[in-house]
């Protein structure tokens, strides 16, 4: 909590102090640096929200307080903000996602690697899409947030770092450089990705849920397709009549509930609780496979350690080829145990 109570009325008077001294002035007077975080935005300005909440004291209770006297620092000046019905937002935009980088990427690379102005008709399509996609929460997002100056100036920063380009390149980070280069080794495979990005987008198919939000979706998967269609293709592996279907047509064919990746029965280590358990893994990612229906030949049964090294790191290896991991890894090993054979077809997707 803050130093005393503060009113609503109490900020809309700082406000106007803020504007009547503009805001170089008004942080001098009262010994406050910029916002580096959070900003109240009021009537389509910005201002920076702990000093404002800071300088409002002195409205009720005869001075400002310092940034040093606002107990709590800077989370509890914008929960008081945010009490008194103030729109809060981040003093700066968020890093770029890869679900974005792969829309931007798309674009120049059908402009042949060359950056795009912001009046172009096509970054204005760009920033619309960055904009549906809402890949950060709303309170994390700057009042420019993707707009089109933006969109643009990162198509720039794509198209500095590719190989052909010889001056020096603009700003990018590490995300920006291995999204390009992902482009440039699977083309087909990133533009098919973008395409279905936008589509899904287009037709209000695609699950948007803000970075942060998703417990599906974390530090240890790496997505080749981005975020998004990734989180399509784990619906499509947990549809529970699927996984039904794919379990019961392995035991009619004799075939066992195993890993095909690594051999691992459930039942047989876990006895009466493990019985009948399998996960279910879709082997050709979705923007390989687009929006077709699933057959169950595209699915294998796959145990959860397995699942999560495939998924751990792009490009996807199928189960067998995980195998072929695991049995070169045992060999180094010294291991003359051959690993359990999987009953289930597998399908290498590749």
């Known amino acids: 909590m803050v130093n005393g109570s503060i009113s609503r009325h109490d900020v809309l008077k700082t406000l106007e ?4 001294l503009g805001r170089e002035t008004f942080l001098s007077t009262y010994g406050y640096g910029p916002a ?10 910005e201002y920076d929200s702990k000093a404002i909440v800071g300088v409002a004291h002195k409205h009720q209770h005869g001075a400002p307080l310092t940034h040093k006297q606002l107990s709590g620092g800077l989370g509890h000046a914008v929960d008081e903000l945010k009490r008194l019905g103030f729109v809060i937002r981040a003093a700066r935009n968020p890093a770029w996602t890869r ?3 792969i829309l931007a990427c798309d674009v120049v690379a059908r402009n042949e690697w060359r950056g795009l102005d912001a009046e172009d008709p096509r970054v204005a399509e760009l920033s ?12 994390e997002r700057a009042i420019t ?7 643009a100036r990162k198509t720039f920063d794509i198209a500095t770092h590719h190989p052909s380009y010889q001056l020096k390149p603009t700003n990018g980070g590490r ?12 083309p087909a495979e990133m533009a098919q990705a973008a395409r279905l990005i936008r589509e899904g987008l287009k037709d209000g198919t695609l699950d948007l849920v803000p ?13 080749p397709e981005g975020r998004v269609l990734y989180r399509r293709h784990r619906t499509r592996e947990r549809n529970r009549k699927l996984r039904q279907k794919k379990i019961r047509s392995v035991l009619k064919a004799g075939g066992a509930l195993v890993c095909e990746a690594c051999g691992f029965d459930f039942a047989a280590v ?29 699915l294998a049964l796959i145990c959860a350690n397995c699942h999560r090294m495939i998924h751990r790191s792009a490009p996807w290896p199928t189960p067998a080829e995980l195998r072929e991991l695991i049995e070169r890894q045992l060999g180094r090993l010294g291991s003359s145990v051959p690993l359990p054979r999987s009953s289930a077809s597998v399908t290498t997707g590749r």
């Open 17 to 20: 102090e803020f504007d009547a």
């Open 36 to 45: 580096r975080k959070y900003v109240i935005v009021h009537e389509d300005r």
């Open 99 to 101: 679900d974005e980088l």
């Open 128 to 139: 619309n899409y960055l904009q549906q996609l809402g890949a950060h929460p709303e309170e």
């Open 145 to 151: 947030y993707r707009n089109r100056n933006g969109a």
């Open 175 to 186: 995300l920006d450089r291995e999204v390009l280069h992902d482009f440039l080794d699977r």
């Open 211 to 223: 970075l942060g939000t998703d417990d599906a979706v974390d530090d240890e998967v790496s997505a």
């Open 270 to 298: 876990y006895g009466e609780r493990g019985e009948g358990y399998i996960e279910c893994h879709h082997v050709v990612p979705l923007h390989e496979a687009g929006e077709s229906t699933t057959k169950l030949s595209d």
